[in-house]
Every structure is written in structure tokens, then in C-alpha cells.
């Protein structure tokens, strides 16, 4: 068992968490010491986070002359904290995943000439990862398509997936049964915390708008945020819907394991558990996405054919419900539709990160 440091370093979101977490328990089981280096806000998503160690490092945004230099002056203490503790750690390499609480580690670490790697969620490189991109060792790469790479980086950039749930990676090869004829068919519609109105109160009108003899087939399981949850149950109601609204659901490998179709945005964990369970979708990017990303995270799902697109422009309860009653009629495009999802998925993303950072380490 070897005792090497890998310092993790994520900003205050899910979705740099999450993939964060993954890798470091696929580097504890392979000998890793795992250090977490985050900001108040990360730390609530780390809970369960495998560390020995957390380090709370000063990093801010900042917009106006003003806002940036003070987060100017919070990343330099940030680096400061960070390469005190990085020569205390012995740090072997830096794992970067984006958010600007990620900046003040690999910044340290680049200062020290330690291994580094950035992991990028999204199909667009992130500002933080694209700011320290043409510096750090290599690029690890969720979606084939990523976009704002600047042209002294493509080279270093390998494609390796967006690390997902362990029971979520155990749907990886089920075998997706389309509808039966005249048979219930499971539609499960899913909304981001940001923006989720436009699902939560246009994809239950949808639905009630379609045919009858179509409804009365439906099982519908939506998440909703408080405030949606008892108009969306009497739209259902009223519409003769069998449906279940709540806030959460704990088991989404379960519900995506019997949907037929999914209606949802396009973070990156969301399309690359898809792709991994092979699921169809329909797919409405959040329009105020920073660069538009979840536009091209969506479009590897499209591209594969494994999800149809509706921008929110064009969102309105018969476009939304003429989308839906033409996929959900077609049991074969379903079919067709998870076997594209399928094709574009990366079931070992976490291995392959894992791999790529040992390399890093050893280079």
C-alpha cells in the first residue's frame, strides 16, 4: 500500500463534487491518501467526502474592478494556505475539477512544480479550468465535444467520461424493453435547481394535452420543487394522469432503470447517467447555462441519438406535447433511442480518471 497524497481540489457545486468524490474512493482503494481542498460552499456537498483531510482555502469571484481585486487578493491567500499545506502533505499530485475554489491548489501546486490534472465535467471547458488549462499537466475530458480548449492544450486533452453512481453504473448493459402495445409506458420528468419552473409547470400541461387513449397509459414520476408540487399533482388529476410528484427521489437508478422517457436538462451528470443506463430523453438545456453549456453537453446525447433537444425558446405546452405524443407513440424509436444513448456512454470514467492521475503523478 503506497502512502501517496492526492489532493482533491473542487468548488462549491454538485457537479464538480460529486465526480471529486468518485475519484477519491477509486484512489483510496488503490493506497491513496485523499486531502479535499474546497470552500464553505463545497463543504456542503462533502459530506460523505473521503478525505483524512480537508483544506479551507480563501478563493472568491468577483465582477467590477473592485470585486476582482478583492478576489484577487482572496486567491493569493488561498495559494499561500495552499503551499504550506501541500510541502506539510508531501503532495504527490493536484486533481483540479473546476469552481474557483480549485484555483488557490493547483496555482500552489504549478508554483512547486508538482503533478497536476484538471477534470472537466462539462462538453465547455469551465473559466477556472480554462484559465489554468495551458499550465497544468493534462486535460481530462467528459464529453467528446469540448468546446473553448485553447489550441496549446487540444494535445494534452483525453477523453476519459464524467464519473457516475456506482448504482447507476450497474444499469450499463440492462436491456431496455420499449412499451408494449396498449402497455404502460413510464415517463419520468427531472429539473435543476436552477431555472426548474419551466419544467415543473410545462411538462405537466404537455401531458395532460395528450390524446387521451395516450394518457390513460402514462406513468408519470416527476421531481418538483416545493412551491410546484400541488399544481403539477392536479394537472395530473385532472388530466386522468397516473402520476407521483416529489421533491427528491433516493432511488434514480431504479426509476431510470423502468423509464421509457425522461424529460430533464442537460448537466453533465445528468447525460452521462443517460448514456450509462441508456435511457431516451428529451432534453431542455438551462438557457442562462455559463456559455451555453448544457446546449453541448446535450448535443452528445443528440449526436448519438440518444436524445431530442427543445431549446427553452421554443418550449410551449403543444411543442412540448406534439415532441412527447410523437416519441412516446414510437416504442422503436425509443428502442433506437436507447441504444444511441448507450453508444455514447463511458461506464469507467472513474478508472480511466484514476488512471490518467496516477500517470500524472508518475510522469
Not at 456542503?44 to 469571484?61: K, M, N, V
Not at 481585486?69 to 493569493?76: D, E, Q, S, T
Not at 450499463?172 to 420528468?189: E, I, K, Q, S
Not at 434514480?252 to 453533465?268: F, K, N, S, V
Request: include cysteine; glycine fraction near 8%.
Amino acid at each position: 500500500m503506497n502512502s501517496k497524497v492526492c489532493v482533491v481540489a473542487a468548488g462549491g457545486t454538485g457537479g464538480h463534487m460529486f465526480p471529486a468524490e468518485a475519484l477519491a474512493r477509486e484512489l483510496q482503494a488503490r493506497g491513496w491518501r485523499i486531502v479535499l481542498a474546497t470552500d464553505r460552499r463545497g463543504e456542503q456537498y462533502a459530506h460523505g467526502f473521503p478525505a483524512e483531510e480537508r483544506l479551507a482555502l480563501d478563493a472568491a469571484t468577483g465582477r467590477g474592478p473592485l470585486g476582482l481585486a478583492k478576489a484577487g487578493v482572496a486567491i493569493l491567500k488561498g495559494v499561500t494556505q495552499a503551499r504550506a499545506a501541500l510541502d506539510r502533505l508531501d503532495a504527490s499530485v493536484v486533481v483540479g475539477f473546476g469552481g474557483y475554489p480549485s484555483a488557490p491548489a493547483l496555482l500552489a501546486a504549478l508554483s512547486q512544480r508538482r503533478p497536476t490534472l484538471l477534470h472537466e465535467q462539462n462538453a465547455v471547458l469551465g473559466r477556472t479550468n480554462r484559465w489554468l488549462a495551458p499550465y497544468v499537466g493534462g486535460v481530462a475530458a467528459s464529453f467528446p465535444n469540448l468546446q473553448k480548449v485553447p489550441p496549446a492544450v487540444a494535445a494534452r486533452v483525453t477523453l476519459v467520461g464524467n464519473p457516475v453512481r456506482p448504482d447507476i453504473r450497474a444499469l450499463y448493459g440492462r436491456a431496455f424493453t420499449a412499451p408494449a402495445p396498449n402497455g404502460p409506458v413510464h415517463v419520468l420528468v427531472t429539473g435543476g435547481s436552477q431555472g426548474a419552473r419551466i419544467l415543473a409547470e410545462t411538462a405537466p400541461r404537455a401531458i395532460a394535452a395528450l390524446p387521451a387513449a395516450l394518457r390513460a397509459r402514462l406513468k408519470v414520476r416527476q421531481q418538483a420543487r416545493a412551491e410546484s408540487l400541488d399544481a403539477a399533482r392536479q394537472i395530473y388529476l385532472e388530466a386522468g394522469v397516473e402520476a407521483e410528484v416529489a421533491p427528491f427521489f433516493r432511488d434514480m437508478a431504479a426509476r431510470l432503470a423502468e423509464t421509457h422517457l425522461l424529460i430533464g436538462r442537460a448537466g453533465a451528470s445528468t447525460c452521462s447517467e443517460l448514456a450509462v443506463a441508456g435511457t431516451p430523453s428529451l432534453l431542455v438545456p438551462l438557457k442562462i447555462a455559463t456559455d451555453d453549456h448544457q446546449r453541448f453537453n446535450a448535443l452528445s446525447l443528440v449526436e448519438a441519438g440518444g436524445a431530442e433537444m427543445m431549446l427553452e425558446d421554443e418550449v410551449t405546452v403543444d411543442a412540448m406535447a406534439a415532441a412527447l405524443e410523437r416519441l412516446l407513440s414510437d416504442p422503436a424509436r425509443l428502442a433506437a433511442m436507447s441504444a444511441g444513448a448507450r453508444s455514447a456512454a463511458l461506464p469507467d470514467a472513474t478508472s480511466a480518471l484514476a488512471d490518467r492521475v496516477e500517470a500524472a503523478a508518475a510522469a
